[in-house]
């Protein structure tokens, strides 16, 4: 008898081409009425490959063994009842780390060069008879790291890269790692022309960057964020990208994404990317591998390669 999986939302073709070797693969998202699907088949299904898992969807699955999830970070994933279910949860860590890595760098060197505004510049043909004027380099600059993980130490490692001075700010400090520690985030914001942000979300981590982290980094900082929306008071941030409190803003994640607010269309100091920093095509197939590597584990009983729950 083959094995039932649950696929909420669409995943990558790659990944679903490997599911639908091993299981036998219901898409939820491609029923007409998934209520009803579930009402009538989720006691069926032993497994969830991708994330929107809440304590909802985990009632109408009485049978459920795992959830993989397709990402490094699981807010998306209510983990408190999957565990209260005794339901493991997987992640897919350090393959993305590098291509996370890369767009946060690419994302510091397009606001600080300002190289978007520039090439609306050439495009628009003023080039011509006009001076584009001065921009910012990274050499030289602090970078405050917010979350030095995995990602976290990625960064820092290509910051130091551009000849940058790296500090960060997390749950304790690293004795290991030989970057300065901070245990106050807004000293060091502070203390930071940069402030890269790369925590997971999740309500212990929401708003953590408030208006006065904001107002500490100033009008010469500038901030990156390539984790969740929800870690930034987005509100206090527009207003100060807006008002001149804050220099820039380099932004791959959004509060209510895929909505950004308006009032980011228009500033030359925003740099905006569509929540992509994991979208390679060498990194995605490698998070879908993942995903199905632990699933494959879980159902051979062998250990899990990145149990999170």
């Not at 998934?34 to 006691?43: F, H, I, T, V």
Request: negative net charge.
């Amino acid at each position: 008898m083959t094995i039932e999986i649950l696929q909420p939302g669409k995943l990558l073709d790659t990944c679903e081409a490997a599911l639908a070797q091993r299981y036998t693969v219901h898409k939820l998202y491609e029923q007409p009425d998934p209520a009803a699907w579930l009402k009538a088949n989720g006691s069926r299904i032993r497994a969830v490959a991708g994330g929107n898992v809440d304590a909802g969807l985990l009632t109408q699955l009485p049978n459920l063994e795992i959830i993989a999830n397709f990402g490094v970070g699981y807010d998306n994933i209510d983990t408190k009842a999957a565990k209260a279910a005794n339901i493991r949860v997987t992640n897919t860590p350090d393959v993305l780390n590098d291509a996370v890595a890369e767009l946060a760098i690419g994302l510091m060197i397009a606001l600080g060069r300002r190289i978007v505004v520039a090439d609306k510049f050439v495009r628009a043909g003023k080039w011509p008879g006009n001076n584009f004027g001065l921009s910012a380099e990274l050499t030289g600059k602090t970078v405050g790291i917010l979350g030095l993980g995995r990602i976290g130490k990625e960064i820092a490692a290509r910051a130091q890269a551009l000849k940058m001075r790296v500090v960060y700010y997390g749950r304790g400090r690293q004795p290991s790692v030989p970057h300065i520690y901070y245990d106050n985030l807004v000293d060091m914001a502070r203390d930071s022309d940069w402030l890269v942000i790369v925590a997971p979300g999740g309500k212990s981590t929401q708003g953590i960057v408030s208006r006065d982290v904001l107002e500490a980094l100033g009008p010469e900082g500038r901030l990156v964020n390539v984790a969740r929306g929800t870690l930034v008071d987005q509100p206090a941030m527009v207003e100060l990208l807006v008002n001149g409190g804050l220099a820039g803003a380099a932004l791959d994640v959004f509060d209510g994404e895929p909505e950004v607010p308006a009032e980011l269309m228009d500033l030359d100091n925003v740099v905006l990317s569509p929540h992509h920093a994991s979208a390679t095509r060498q990194t995605r197939d490698a998070m879908g591998a993942m995903l199905v590597a632990n699933l494959d584990a879980h159902f051979a009983g062998e250990p899990l390669l990145s149990q999170v729950v």
